[in-house]
């Protein structure tokens, strides 16, 4: 196997497919389903797959086509997608033998892109220990509100508490109602949990850890902190002016809500696109404003080493600061006191194009399967590349191959173009000389 894999990141790609092949199975199983027969093989690869990747795309209604069996393995799919796989197996590795090889640190490395082998074993134990206990206190308000105000049992109330809580926090949007949370739209006690789930999971470890530390000192914030809390600060001010205007008097989404409803639900529909998934209104009555706002921030999505999807708003950010810098005239990308590198800049400009390219191949083949207008096609795939879980309601209408395209888009999207395209590498090169220089005409 050593001989196979030529980049750890081939590993990771591997790992990833290998827990989606095994939530496939699970839920192929008879038990699985309600109706004790068993679910086909390719929704059962569709729900693994968007289980795994954070997605939350479905084919089939999660509350009346799954078995408590089936909730249980989506949850753990859920789970284990967050936390990453190499993140796992370094953790079960630390707990078996005490003691971590370096391949094992390079894979966890990799896997969260900003740990270092000196410190792996205190940041992974942080970063489980965070990842939990923030589930635990969503948890435990999800479900005393499920029990006090819905009048759940005390047993399937916890239950409904910490499957919401799972999948808030990774990012998931799976919701246990076939209507996902539109019938809670104006509760307060249940949407604003959900969406500080979201944003706190899509922020990033490395982020939160930092705010923890310092977050009275911004001033000395790095550049991954001060960027990141920017953006998600400006896109969810941005998401909600849009759309609680262009929704506030549509009755098939805001209008049909009370005030202090209209504005949650305003705040609600801005930070799902993050990669949350979850949504309080109907998306397919949304305006057309309102789903292009929603591919925008969908593509964006959220935190770079966080449980998000999208390019991330690192690399937005990133890129902003390099389009500054060059109607300026300036010679290099700064970021408050520090310095921008070349190769940096190069990987945000990568990631970007690569996300384009991948969403506009992906909706013109799309296109050509479904009857399905344009709008309709992007925001399904903007969705699935992104990892978002947000739907116009024709993922289950969509064929074989269209399903088949979208399990794609949920793979690439999730282990991030980059790392799949290089894992599918045979080799690495590196150039040992430098061609002659030649400045082509650009615009």
Not at 39 to 62: K, N, R, W
Not at 63 to 72: A, L, N
Request: aromatic share 8%; net charge positive; glycine share 12%.
């Amino acid at each position: 196997m050593r001989r196979g894999f030529r980049h750890p990141t081939q590993v990771i790609v591997g790992g990833f497919g290998a827990a989606v092949s095994v939530g496939t199975v699970l839920l192929s199983l008879p038990v699985a389903t309600a109706d004790g027969e068993g679910a086909g093989v390719l929704t059962a690869l569709f729900t693994a797959t968007s289980s795994i990747c954070l997605t939350g795309l479905a084919v089939v209604a999660t509350d009346t086509h799954w078995s408590i069996f089936g909730e249980v393995v989506i949850m753990l799919l859920l789970q284990t997608g967050g936390l990453g796989i190499m993140t796992l197996a370094t953790l079960f590795a630390l707990l078996l033998s005490g003691r971590l090889g370096l391949r094992a640190r390079l894979l966890a490395a990799t896997e969260n892109k900003t740990l270092t082998g000196s410190d792996l074993r205190r940041v992974i134990r942080n970063v489980v220990i965070f990842s939990l206990a923030t589930e635990a206190v969503l948890a435990v308000i999800l479900g005393a509100r499920f029990i006090v105000r819905y009048e759940q049992s005390v047993g399937y109330g916890a239950y409904l508490g910490l499957f919401h809580a799972v999948s808030a926090f990774n990012n998931g949007g799976i919701a246990l109602w076939h209507d996902s949370m539109v019938r809670f739209a104006g509760d307060p006690w249940i949407c604003l949990p959900l969406c500080f789930g979201v944003i706190v999971g899509g922020l990033g470890f490395p982020v939160v850890f930092e705010l923890a530390r310092s977050w009275r000192r911004p001033a000395r914030w790095s550049v991954l902190t001060k960027i990141t809390v920017g953006m998600t600060a400006l896109l969810l001010a941005a998401g909600t002016i849009v759309f609680t205007v262009f929704e506030w008097n549509n009755p098939r989404t805001l209008g049909g809500l009370e005030g202090g409803g209209r504005l949650l639900a305003g705040f609600f529909a801005a930070v799902m696109p993050r990669s949350g998934g979850f949504n309080s209104v109907d998306i397919s009555a949304m305006r057309p404003e309102s789903w292009l706002t929603t591919d925008i921030l969908m593509f964006i999505g959220a935190g770079s080493a966080g449980t998000g999807g999208g390019i991330k708003v690192t690399t937005f950010g990133l890129l902003a600061f390099v389009l500054l810098a060059e109607l300026r005239g300036e010679n290099s990308v700064n970021v408050g006191n520090r310095k921008i590198p070349h190769d940096t800049q190069r990987q945000a400009l990568t990631i970007a194009l690569l996300g384009v390219g991948v969403v506009a191949t992906s909706t013109f083949a799309l296109l050509s399967l479904v009857p399905h207008t344009l709008d309709q096609v992007l925001f399904e795939v903007v969705s699935a590349f992104a990892t978002v879980g947000l739907s116009t309601g024709i993922t289950p209408s969509l064929p074989a191959a269209g399903q088949l395209l979208i399990i794609f888009l949920m793979f690439i999207g999730r282990v991030g173009p980059v790392t799949l395209f290089t894992a599918l590498a045979l080799r690495e090169r590196t150039r040992l000389y430098e061609l002659p220089e030649e400045r082509p005409i650009v615009g």
